[in-house]
């Protein structure tokens, strides 16, 4: 699989190329990616039990990036070779090395991948192992607490940043 595929099928978007103008995020949100920044990291993890979830914390922090000026790229790896991949860019952009990938000129600050449940797809294991940090996303009500659990024993808790609670 070339590097152009990866790009491709891992679901990249560059937020400054993105001028679409879009209501504020709401201020959970804005609080979550200043939390965040906090913290030094160049790549985050979000783990959730469903890509719904994901895809609305995952829309709501890049817009708040976009407000802020910061380029952030998102990945969604979708199959087996994508999740290698999108583990080797998060490894590659925190080691700040030259890696045989297609870069922007101006490559982005941060990049945030959005990953299914370790526990049920231990694939994704691999881009948590990559990212700096992990946020695991809880759905109050419908995320197990054994579920969680395990999903803190797979990643290891001193790399959870985070939980974001979702009604």
């Known amino acids: ?11 990249e978007r ?12 709401r201020r959970e949100y ?8 906090r913290k030094s990291w160049r790549s985050l993890a979000l ?12 829309n709501a922090l890049a817009e708040v990036a976009r407000m802020l ?7 969604a790896p979708i199959d087996v070779p994508d999740y290698v ?14 890696a045989d990938i297609p870069r922007p000129v101006k490559p982005p600050a ?8 370790v526990a ?13 940090i992990v946020v695991i996303c809880v759905e109050i009500g419908k995320t197990r607490l054994s579920a969680v659990r395990r999903t803190l024993e797979l990643i290891g808790r001193d790399r959870v940043a985070g939980c974001v609670l979702i009604d």
């Open 1 to 11: 699989m070339g590097p152009e595929s990866v790009m491709i099928a891992a679901v």
């Open 14 to 25: 560059n937020l400054q190329e993105n001028d679409a103008q879009s209501d504020p995020p």
């Open 30 to 37: 804005q609080e979550l990616w200043l939390a965040l920044a």
């Open 47 to 58: 783990v959730a039990e469903r890509e719904e979830s994901a895809s609305e914390i995952t």
């Open 69 to 75: 000026d910061e380029r952030v790229s998102f990945f």
């Open 85 to 98: 991949s999108v583990a080797g860019i998060l490894s590659a952009a925190n080691a700040n090395v030259t």
């Open 110 to 117: 941060r990049n945030i991948a959005t990953l299914p449940p």
């Open 120 to 132: 049920t797809n231990p694939l994704a294991l691999k881009v948590a192992a990559a990212a700096d």
